[in-house]
């Protein structure tokens, strides 16, 4: 990221702060419809347990219909069935249909049905008891809570009840907030069984709006009156209470209590369900209670719920942990769910701290998406949404609700966002480098071309071996010069200056590449023009190209030079050095230095007074010049040439047959000193051999 350029990072990092404000909305809109499946699947993994001992339903299942009809019976059937729960000591006795209509085979309209009846015995049949009045004796005697259903206002369900039933029996203890859920109308029973309920309770509540069922409702305002949850009425009628608490937090309602127990609710009145298993609840059927044998304690101290689970009835629904069950069943476990005191509940709190943490989520992806390598990036981020994950599983399983797709969305849709942005910009970048990379390469390899002609350039001005050998008959000259990059600073030089003195020189520019190879051309034409003049001594030579060579050198660039003459008639030799390395000369195995006392190199002061220094040359003896490249020579541990190993290397190189061989022998040595290192600085050698007389 650091690599990148200003306006690449801030695309990248608008990129992310897009894709994570789009996750939040899209969050914000799809609501729990995010967490549901989420949630449903902490239901599968971590159910709740059975409901205890003190809830059973008695189901009119298949078996029943089959011995007493079908449905719905007559109310005789239910009147016997209630009796026989009752006699078997059950506390509260739900019955989970509803019953609107007068009972078919009721007396009087048995009676109108038959109009062919002789009037005697359609009067006799008039005089018996009627089957709801019979019904509601027995509902009078027995803890009986009956189901009422609420309704919008253009319900069918509603429209033949126009006067609003009773208001149901239980008190609560504060006026329901507002937010709670309201239906304008109410599905109840037949007045008369109705009234002899000892309590009432809402059956129905509105499933997800994906058809599943996870809440049971627990209080509601149905027709104008306060009612609570078939569940709750039950809970109340078993445990004798005569009023449901009501709690409220910023004036919506929070919690509902009924005989200590405070129980978690939604504003709108729903207990959120944890689901067990429904089928390990305890059922009875119908059909058992009207045949002798089950013991009269089967239901003693029990709620017991009364409902339909044959085929075809009209009452069944989706659950978290099933896809088809019985509204009677989910009754029950809201029974179980309330004398636990357990619920799950969204805390006021989650919300803010969801998305706080999604903040906080966000910005520490982003930061390490710019910072971080893509790999450790999302180690964090999988570490993030484990994170979260677990708090919503912690949560869960303490009763809480979380939800961390707030907290999840949008730090991985940023993150995910900057970095495909960062790998279109990287793409983008690595297409520009390798423009850029292809215009470097096409123009060093004109540099290098241009390079490779300035060294050939560069060496023919230099003398080839053949022309140093044809100078003088007296004299075996050899001489090379390898330059550390294409082109050097070194130079050597050889020429007669009359019949009977060659001159030689060996030089060394500082620095190196193309600044120092044009100064060693300057130097090196300057050098032989001047040497070459008959009127001018050497010290005067030297001086002058020193005056030379100062005036007109804005980048300070300086030469070490030694010239020297010889004179093969006598072996005079006359040396004159500016800062060179002393010159060895080697015969017989030995080698020697030449201690010169010199001056500065060229150009460090240009009126400086330069003498000359005369020794002599025997025949035999093997006079060699060279630049630094020779004792600066660098071994790959860093090691320099030492100079005992310099004077053995010499000498043992002056015994070949000719200077020519001198220097393969001496070249031979640096490069194995050096073994294969990168030579450090041009190397330049120049060798001198006095012949003998013939």
């Known amino acids: 990221m650091n690599d990148l350029p200003a306006d690449a990072r801030r695309r990248v990092v608008m990129a992310g702060l897009a894709a994570a404000l789009l996750a939040a909305v899209l969050v914000l809109i799809a609501g729990a419809r995010l967490s549901r499946p989420l949630h449903d699947l902490f239901q599968n993994l971590s159910p709740a347990p059975a409901p205890s001992n003190s809830v059973q339903v008695v189901a009119i299942d298949a078996e029943s219909l089959r011995a007493v009809g079908g449905w719905p019976w007559s109310r005789f059937y239910l009147a016997r069935l209630t009796e026989e729960i009752a006699r078997r000591g059950a506390v509260a006795i739900g019955l989970d249909f509803l019953m609107p209509e007068p009972d078919r085979l009721d007396p009087k309209r048995f009676a109108d049905l038959y109009g062919e009846l002789p009037p005697a015995a359609a009067q006799a049949v008039r005089a018996l008891p009627s089957m709801d009045a019979l019904f509601a004796r027995v509902i009078g005697r027995s803890p009986v809570v009956l189901a009422r259903a609420g309704a919008e206002g253009r319900s069918f369900d509603a429209l033949d009840q126009a006067p609003a039933p009773l208001p149901p029996e239980a008190r609560f203890s504060g006026p329901l907030p507002a937010g709670v859920k309201a239906y304008p109308k109410a599905v109840a029973n037949l007045p008369l069984l109705d009234g002899a309920a000892l309590g009432h309770g809402l059956v129905n509540g509105p499933r997800d709006d994906d058809g599943v069922l996870r809440r049971a409702p627990l209080v509601a305002v149905v027709a104008g009156a306060p009612t609570p949850g078939f569940a709750l009425e039950l809970v109340r009628v078993a445990k004798g209470a005569d009023e449901i608490g009501v709690a409220t937090r910023g004036r919506r309602l929070a919690a509902i209590g009924i005989g200590g127990k405070r129980i978690a609710a939604a504003a709108d009145g729903s207990l959120a369900l944890k689901f067990g298993d429904w089928r390990k609840i305890p059922v009875t059927s119908a059909a058992d209670l ?393 190397l330049t050698l120049l060798a001198v051999r006095l012949r003998a007389p013939a």
Request: proline content about 7%.
């Open 290 to 682: 009207f045949r002798q044998g089950l013991p009269d304690d089967l239901f003693k101290g029990k709620i017991v719920l009364v409902g339909l689970t044959s085929a075809g009835t009209s009452d069944v629904v989706a659950t978290p942990r099933a896809a088809e069950t019985h509204g009677v069943f989910v009754q029950a476990e809201a029974v179980g769910a309330i004398l636990r005191g357990e619920g799950l509940e969204r805390p006021p709190w989650a919300p803010p701290a969801e998305w706080g943490l999604g903040l906080v989520l966000a910005l520490a992806a982003g930061a390490a998406v710019l910072r971080l390598p893509i790999a450790a990036a999302g180690a964090l981020a999988a570490a993030g949404i484990a994170a979260a994950l677990g708090a919503s599983w912690a949560g869960f399983a303490a009763g809480l609700l979380i939800d961390p797709f707030p907290a999840i969305l949008p730090a991985a849709a940023g993150s995910g966002a900057m970095v495909a942005a960062l790998t279109a910009e990287g793409r983008r970048l690595q297409a520009r480098l390798r423009a850029a990379l292809e215009e470097e390469r096409l123009a060093a390899a004109k540099i290098a071309g241009e390079l490779s002609a300035a060294a050939a350039i560069q060496a023919g001005m230099l003398a080839p071996p053949e022309e140093l050998a044809a100078l003088s008959p007296r004299v075996d000259l050899g001489a090379v010069l390898q330059p550390a990059r294409n082109v050097g600073g070194d130079l050597y030089d050889a020429f007669m200056l009359d019949e009977g003195r060659l001159c030689f020189l060996v030089g060394d520019v500082t620095g190196k590449g193309v600044p120092a190879a044009l100064f060693m051309a300057l130097s090196r034409s300057l050098a032989r023009s001047l040497l070459a003049r008959p009127d001018l001594s050497l010290t005067e030579a030297i001086g002058a190209i020193n005056a030379e060579l100062s005036r007109e050198n804005r980048e300070a660039m300086a030469l070490t030079l030694l010239v020297g003459t010889l004179s093969p008639a006598d072996g005079r030799l006359d040396l004159c050095c500016a800062g060179h390395e002393n010159p060895l000369i080697a015969q017989g195995g030995q080698a020697r230095e030449v201690t010169l006392v010199g001056g500065p190199p060229l150009c460090v002061d240009p009126d400086f007074p330069y003498a000359v220094e005369s020794f002599r040359l025997a025949p035999g003896e093997t006079l060699l010049c060279f630049s630094d490249g020779l004792t600066e020579a660098q071994a790959p541990d860093g090691r320099l040439f030492p100079h005992e190993a310099l004077l053995a290397a010499v000498a043992a190189a002056a015994a070949a047959p000719s200077a020519a061989a001198v220097m393969d022998r001496m070249v031979g040595a640096v490069r194995a000193f050096e073994a294969g290192a990168e030579p450090s600085d041009d």
